[in-house]
C-alpha cells in the first residue's frame, strides 16, 4: 500500500506556529509590571514628595527599554501577540476610563453627593507642574495623565488577563480600587466624606473593570489576527 507523503514547507509551519503564538507567560507578568510604571510614579512622587514628571519619565523610559528588548529579541509570534495586547489595551482603556468617569459624574449627580468625582484630576497637575501652575493647567495636566493612567493600567491588565472571561476586568479593577482606598484617603483628606468617596469609587471601578473585561474578551483575538482597526472593518463588511 503505498504512503502518500505531504510535504511542508518551512514557512508554513512557521505560519501555523505563529498563528498559535503567544507571550510566554513570564514575559507577559513582565511587561505588565512595566505598564503599570504611571501608577508607581505617582505613589513615589506622594510618599517621597518627588515630582510626578520627574518619577514618570524615568519610569516611562523603564517601560520603553524593557517594551524594546521583549519586542526586538521576541520571535515573529512574541511580537504579534506583544502588538495585539497593547493595541487592546490602549483602546479598552480609553472606553473604560470614559465610562469610569461618566459613571462617577451620573453618580454623583444622580444622588446629589458632595464628593467630586473629578477632584483628584488637579491635584495630579500640580504634582507634575508644580504648586505654581494655574488651576487651568493643572486640569489639563492631570487629565491627561489620568487617561494615561486609565490606558497604562488597561495594557497591563491585557498582558495578564487578556482574553479571559470579562469578569477579571472587574478582579483588576478591584485591586486599583483597593491601591486608591489605601492611598487617596490620607493624601486628599477625605476623611469627612469617606462614605461617598468609597461609594462612588467602588462604583466607578467596577465600571471600569466591566469595560475592560468585555473589550479585552471580545477583541483581543480579533485584533491579533485582523490588525488594531481589522475587528471594526470586519464587523461593518458582514453587516
Not at 5 to 18: A, Y
Request: glycine share 12%; with cysteine.
Amino acid at each position: 500500500m503505498a504512503v502518500k507523503v505531504t510535504e511542508q514547507r518551512p514557512d508554513e509551519g512557521l505560519k501555523m506556529s505563529e498563528h498559535r503564538g503567544d507571550l510566554a507567560k513570564g514575559s507577559r507578568l513582565v511587561l505588565g509590571v512595566a505598564a503599570m510604571g504611571s501608577g508607581a510614579a505617582l505613589l513615589v512622587a506622594i510618599f517621597f514628595g518627588v515630582s510626578l514628571a520627574f518619577t514618570l519619565l524615568l519610569f516611562a523610559l523603564f517601560a520603553s527599554f524593557v517594551f524594546y528588548l521583549k519586542y526586538s529579541n521576541g520571535r515573529s509570534a512574541d511580537r504579534l501577540d506583544l502588538t495585539a495586547r497593547v493595541d487592546t489595551g490602549l483602546l479598552a482603556g480609553i472606553l473604560a476610563t470614559l465610562v469610569y468617569d461618566l459613571f462617577r459624574v451620573v453618580l454623583v449627580k444622580s444622588l446629589g453627593l458632595s464628593f467630586p468625582p473629578l477632584g483628584a484630576l488637579p491635584h495630579f497637575g500640580h504634582l507634575l507642574m508644580g504648586n505654581g501652575a494655574s488651576m487651568r493647567a493643572a486640569w489639563i495636566a492631570g487629565s491627561i495623565y489620568h487617561y494615561l493612567n486609565g490606558i497604562t493600567f488597561s495594557i497591563a491588565y491585557c498582558f495578564a488577563f487578556g482574553g479571559l472571561n470579562w469578569k477579571w476586568g472587574i478582579a483588576w479593577a478591584m485591586g486599583l480600587e483597593i491601591a486608591m482606598f489605601t492611598v487617596y484617603p490620607g493624601w486628599l483628606h477625605l476623611s469627612g466624606m469617606m462614605e461617598e468617596f468609597t461609594l462612588v469609587s467602588l462604583s466607578g471601578h467596577v465600571a471600569y473593570g466591566v469595560v475592560l473585561g468585555v473589550v479585552s474578551q471580545r477583541y483581543l483575538h480579533r485584533v491579533r489576527e485582523h490588525g488594531p482597526f481589522g475587528p471594526f472593518s470586519s464587523q461593518l463588511s458582514d453587516k
